[in-house]
C-alpha cells in the first residue's frame, strides 16, 4: 500500500509541476525522463516480472507509432482515436511475436536474438513500404489543440505522459499484488515447478508480452506526438530497444519503481556527461553502456536493491 | 485412484518403462521403491503430465488423462514435487506457497493466508524468508508445502526424504501421515527403507522399467525378485541359504 | 529472364563474401560452442577491427593483407582481456548477465566509434581494389577472390588447431564438460580466453579481407551481427563445419535474392530464414539435437 501512496505522490507532484516551472528546458527534462520511464516499464514486465529478454522491443514501439502516424497522415483519424487502435496493434504485434517463441519454447539468448530479428524484419518492411512512407519516414501535420493531442506548450506533453507512466505504474504494482503477476514471477524462477502447480505457462507468458508491447506502443503514439515525426530507424533500430533496457537495468528489474529510478539516473548522467565533454554524438552512449556493464557485474538488483539491501 | 496401464516410453536407445501396470488406491499412501535408474521418476513425469508415454494410459479418478498438461493435471487434482527441488529462489516461503494457493483463489490476500495455513501444517516458519536462504531440509518442505498449497486429490512426492539427516527424516514422517489423514492419496517415491516400511501401505518394485513387484511392504521386503533388484543375481538365494545354516 | 552468366557471377560472388561471413560465425561459433554465451558484441568488434585495418592503411601506408598478422594477434589480447576481465567478471555464471555485458560493450564500442571517427562511411584504395580475375568466364573482384581462400585457409587453421593441438583438446573438453575439465586440472578460466582470443582473431582476420572490398563505419557492427547469428544457428550452434557451410549458403542467398528483390529486401529473407530456423529446427542443418 506504501507503494500506491508513492505513486499518488509522485502523480500530484508532476502534475503540480507546470504551476512552479516555466522554463521549457526544465519541463522537456521531465518529459523526457518519464518518457524513458514509460519505455522501461514496458520493458520491465516481460523482463523484470516475466523474466523474458527481449532485444528487439523496439518492434512495439514503431508498431505503435507507425499505427498512430499512418492513421492520422493518410486516413486523417483524429488522435484521441488514434491511441487505442496503436495500443492495440501493438499489442497485437506481441501477441504475434509471444505466440510464436514460446509455442516453440524459445528462452533466454534465443528469444532475445528472435525479437532482435523480427523488429529488424519490420525495419527492413517499413523501409520499402508506401504506407509508412518509406525510408522518408512520416510527418505529422502541426495542429496544435488538445482535441489533436498536439500542445502549444510543453505542459500538456508533460499530462499526456504523465498519465501513460501512471498506467505503467498501476500495471507494475498490478502484477505485484495479483494472481497474475504471481504467476508470472513463478513462471519467472522456475517454468517447470510453475507448470505443476497449475500455472498456464504459455498463457501467462503470452499475456505479459501482450500487456509490455501494449505500453511500449504508448510509448511510440507519444514519440510521434511530440517529436512529429517517424521513420524507420528510429521505430524499429536497435536505439529504441536499448534506451528501454537500459532504465530497469539501472534502476531495478521486477521492481515497481526501477524504471523510474533509472531513467532519472541516466538522464542525470546523461546531462552530466554532456556538460562536461560537449555535444559529441555517442558520448553519453558509452557513458549508458559502461552503467549497463557496470550495472551487471557489481549491482545486478539495480538501485531499488541497492535501497532494499540498506532497508533490510 | 490412479490407474496406470501397460505405459512404455524409451528414450533413443533407453527403454525407460516397459508395460508399466499398477493402482493407487485412494486414501492411502502408496510407495514407488527400486535401484536408481529403475524410471521412478519418468514414472512420475508421465502421471504428472511432464512426458508422454509410447505406450499405455494413464487414468485418473476414472478419466483417461494420458498425455494431458501438467497444469491442467494439476487443476483436477494431481499435484507433484520434484526430486531436485526449484524453489521460486527470488520470492519469500510465503509467496512460494501462494503460487499454489492460488489455484483455487484468485484473490492475492486469500492466497497468502492460505499458505501461511499450509506452511503451518507442514511444519515451515521463516515465512519472510528468501527461498534461496533455506536449508535443504526446509526447501524439502517447501516444495511439499507449495504442491500441497494447490488443495490437490492425489500428491506424488518425489524422494520428499532425500538428503535429509535421520532426525529431519523423523520430523516429516508425522507430517506425510497428517495428509494422508486429511484426505490426500499419497503416492511416494522413496529409498530410505525405514520410511516406507513405516508410512505405505502398498509398495510397488520398479526394475529397469519393469514392475517387478507389488503389495504390503512386509512382503515386499521378503520378495525374492526385490532382494536380487537391490542386491544382485543370486543374493536371495545366498541369503536363504545363510539363514538357513545359521539356524542349523 | 536472367542469364546464366550474371547468375553464375552472382553465385561466385555470392561465395566469396559468404566465405567472409563464415569467418565472422567462426568465430562466434567457437565462442559460442566453448562459453555458451551469445556475443552481441561480436558485430561491433569487427567494426573495431575494421577501422584498425583502415588506419594501419591510412596513417601507416599497410596493405589490409599485409596487416593480418598485427590484427590477427592484437585482436586476439583483445578477446583474451576482455573475457578475463570484463565478461567473465561480470557474468556470474548467469545467462542474462551475460547477454547484457556483451550488448553493453556493444554499445561502448559503437559509440565510442561514433564519438571518435564521426559517422563517415570509409574506404580504402589499394592496388587492386578494382583489378577483376576471370574465374570460368565470370568476372570476379580480385579482393573478393582473396577473401574467399583467405577465409577458407582461416578456418582451416582452426579446425588443426581444435583437433591437433593440446590446447584445442582442452578446448573441446571444456565445451563438453566444463566442471570435468576443471576436475581434471583444466584451467578452464584461461581456456575461456583463449577460445573468445581465437574467436576475435579470427574477426582480425576477416576485417583484412573484408576492408577492400567493403567500407567502415560505426554502425556496421549491426548489420553483422544478426547475419553472424544467423549463419550460426543455420550450420548449427558449436559446428564450425557448419558456420562454414552456413556462410557459404548465406552469402549466395544474399547475392542472388538481391538480384531478384533489390539489395534492402533481400535481406529480409536471411532473417526470417533465421526466425524460421529458431522456431522449427534450433539445431540448424549440422548442429547435434
Redesign the interface.
Known sequence: MRELAAITALTIVVALLPAFVTSGFALNLAIMVLYTTLLGQAWNVLAGFGGQFSFGHALFFGTGAYASAALQVHLGVNAWLALPVAIACGAAAGAFVGALSFRYGLRGSYFALVTLAFAEVFRILANSVAFTGGGVGLLLPLKESAANLQFAGKAGFLYLILAFVLAGFLVSWWLKHSRFGAWLAAVRDSEESAAALGVDVFRVKLGAIALSAALMSAGGFFYVQYFHYIDPHIAYGPAVSVEALLGPIAGGLGTVFGPLLGAAMLQLLGELTRNLAGDAPGVSLVVYGVVLIGMVTFLPRGIAGLIARRGA | MLEVRGVSIRFGGVQALDGVSLAVAAGGITALIGPNGAGKSTLFSVVSGFLAPNAGTVHFLGEDVTGVAPHRLCRMGIARTFQIVQPFAAQTVRENIAVGAHLARPSRREALAHAERVAERVGLAQLDKLAANLTVAARKRLELARALATGPKLLLLDEVLAGLNPNEVAAVLPVVRAIRDSGVTVFMIEHVMQAVMNLADTVFVLNEGRLIAGGPPAQIASDARVIEAYLGHGAAERLRRAAEAAHA | MLDFPILFASFLNGLAQGAVYALVALGLTLIYGVLH??N?AHGALLMAALYGVFFLNARLGVDPYAALPVMAPAMFVLGYCLQRF?VG??G?GR???V???T?????????????AF??DTRTIETAYTFSTVNVAGAMIAVPKAVAFFGALAVAALLLLLVTRTDLGRAIRAVAKERQGARVVGIDVEHVFAMSFGIGLACLGAAACFLLPAYYVN?QVG?GFV?LA??IV?LGGMGSFAGALAGGLIVGVIESLGGLWLGE??G??GI??A??AI???R?RGLFGRA
Not at chain 3, 103 to 114: F, K, Q, R, S, T
Open positions: 554465451i551469445i552481441f570484463v567478471r561480470a556470474h545467462d542474462e548477465n547477454l547484457l555485458v550488448l553493453g560493450l556493444a554499445i561502448v564500442l559503437e559509440n565510442a566509434a561514433l564519438a564521426k559517422s560505426p549491426n544478426l547469428f544467423t544457428v534492402s529486401l535481406q529480409i532473417f526470417l533465421f526466425i529458431l522456431l522449427f534450433p
